[in-house]
């Protein structure tokens, strides 16, 4: 008895590191697409006419687009995913398989992505 606990231990971490695994290489696509979102937005400064100009109505555009964004965005899988790995790094990998339980799945990616909200406001008590 004593090994098969001893197996589902190994799963589950296993399972958190895979979980962190993905949010690290989600963590890194996201800055590469910024890096190159920077690079196409100053490419037009270099190529225009009046750089200094077309660079200032590009500052305040995106000021304004920043403002006009909502406060809260949606969480995303892979955000819910990184909390809930360091939960059950801490120790409360039972209290992590429960909270999926409680809102009707075996895993993460089974729940809808409406739920995400309420489930990290849970796990983050733990």
């Known amino acids: 008895m004593g090994k098969v606990k001893l197996l589902l231990d190994v799963i589950g971490n296993l399972r958190s590191l895979a979980d962190s695994l993905?949010?690290?290489a989600d963590a890194v696509a996201d800055n590469g697409a910024a890096e190159a979102e920077?690079?196409?937005a100053k490419e037009p400064e270099k190529a225009g006419r009046g750089g200094k100009a077309a660079a200032k109505n590009t500052a305040k555009k995106d000021a304004k687009a920043a403002k006009q964004e909502p406060e809260e965005?949606?969480?995303t899988l892979e955000e819910v995913r990184a909390v809930l790995a360091e939960k059950?790094?801490?120790?409360?990998?039972?209290?992590?398989?429960e909270l999926l339980a409680k809102h009707g799945?075996?895993?993460l990616s089974e729940i809808d992505p409406a739920e995400y909200a309420a489930l990290?406001?849970?796990a983050e008590v733990l």
């Open 22 to 24: 993905q949010a690290v």
């Open 38 to 40: 920077l690079t196409t």
């Open 88 to 97: 059950s790094r801490s120790g409360h990998t039972e209290e992590v398989r």
């Open 73 to 75: 965005k949606p969480l």
């Open 105 to 107: 799945a075996d895993k």
């Open 120 to 122: 990290l406001a849970e």
